[in-house]
């Protein structure tokens, strides 16, 4: 079986735009990279139901959201002064897209047009205190997505804080609740566990994973926080990506500076994490990977060194092993199944 991925990448030095590669589930292999459309820095990445791909972009100068089609025909921009965004969500129910802007410490909100386009309804910044890392010189949102019952969930690295909206039909956002991380923690993106009311927030400034117990009301309490990194780790790290397979067994995270995956068993009720393995990803700064359709395999893009890593996952154990390395992936920071 073939499945394509897009990939999400800077054009900083040698990409040009948006990627695609297939993964062969027989041969358990990577090939075929194609350009698929030219694109500035389209860093990450969503596709609705209806084959639109919505994605990050940069047009003269100015940051915001794009809107493609199925055959990644340009559809329309939504941009305003400053940076661009850094991730990118769609809401099928309500026909909403939402972004959020690490550089400007916004959260967007964009309405889905009848040709799949977009506009803008809604966005807003966050005042709270920020936190003692020198990264967290003003907020600086990094994650908007939804919960399981339909809120938005917004993590901010800035501000030490993870927000939760509720969301008007018409894309307009009330703030429900505000969970208080760790000083010094900078959240950066979660995951919900498949059936529990649980999360999994990634300190992107401390290398932690905080389990949180989700509440009807939206609010978030802690109940466990442990390192992505070995004991005798003493360098420079940044958390980064987090997954969690479809049975709600194993949950992994990688680390850029450690360079590594870090594959963490969970407890039945979704509670507790135990470290099991941490895997080298074969390259440098491992920003983003994905679990594909079956969870048999995972595929990491490293940043700095312009490659993907191939693994394949042991369902009952949740481990690692490496397949494919060096499959040329240029500033990739975005790995979508399609």
Do not use: W
Not at 111 to 137: C, F, M, W
Not at 233 to 259: C, K, P, Q, V
Not at 272 to 299: H, K, M, Y
């Amino acid at each position: 079986m073939i499945e394509k991925i897009i990939l999400g990448t800077y054009t900083r030095r040698v990409s040009e735009g948006i990627y695609t590669i297939d993964l062969d589930t027989e041969k358990k292999e990577l090939s075929g990279l194609t350009l698929a459309t030219k694109e500035v820095s389209p860093t990450y990445l969503a596709k609705s139901k209806a084959e639109n791909l919505y994605t990050v972009t940069t047009v003269d100068g100015l940051g915001g959201a794009g809107a493609y089609d199925s055959t990644y025909q340009f559809l329309n921009a939504v941009t305003e002064e400053g940076a661009p965004l850094c991730y990118v969500a769609v809401d099928e129910t309500r026909q909403l897209v939402y972004g959020a802007n690490y550089h400007k410490g916004e959260v967007n909100v964009y309405r889905i047009l009848d040709n799949g386009g977009i506009e803008a309804v809604e966005s807003l910044y966050h005042q709270e205190e920020t936190g003692p890392h020198k990264n967290q010189d003003h907020a600086h949102v990094h994650y908007t997505d939804l919960t399981p019952d339909q809120r938005l969930v917004v993590c901010d690295l800035g501000t030490d804080r993870v927000y939760t909206y509720d969301v008007a039909e018409n894309g307009k956002l009330t703030l429900a609740a505000t969970f208080v991380a760790e000083p010094g923690t900078g959240p950066r993106h979660l995951v919900f566990h498949p059936t529990q009311p649980i999360a999994y927030l990634f300190g992107e400034l401390d290398s932690t994973v905080s389990v949180l117990a989700y509440q009807e009301n939206g609010s978030f309490e802690k109940l466990q926080k442990i390192s992505t990194l070995p004991e005798d780790f003493t360098g420079e790290n940044g958390g980064a990506a987090i997954r969690i397979s479809n049975d709600g067994r194993f949950l992994y995270t990688s680390n850029r500076g450690h360079n590594s995956i870090a594959v963490f068993e969970i407890s039945s009720n979704g509670e507790q994490l135990s470290a099991i393995q941490n895997i080298s990803t074969e390259g440098d700064f491992p920003r983003d990977f994905a679990l594909n359709s079956t969870n048999e395999f995972l595929v990491c893009a490293n940043q700095n060194s312009d490659n993907l890593t191939l693994f394949t996952r042991d369902a009952q154990t949740g481990k690692l092993t490496l397949l494919q390395k060096d499959i040329y992936a240029p500033e990739c920071v975005c790995v979508y199944f399609d």
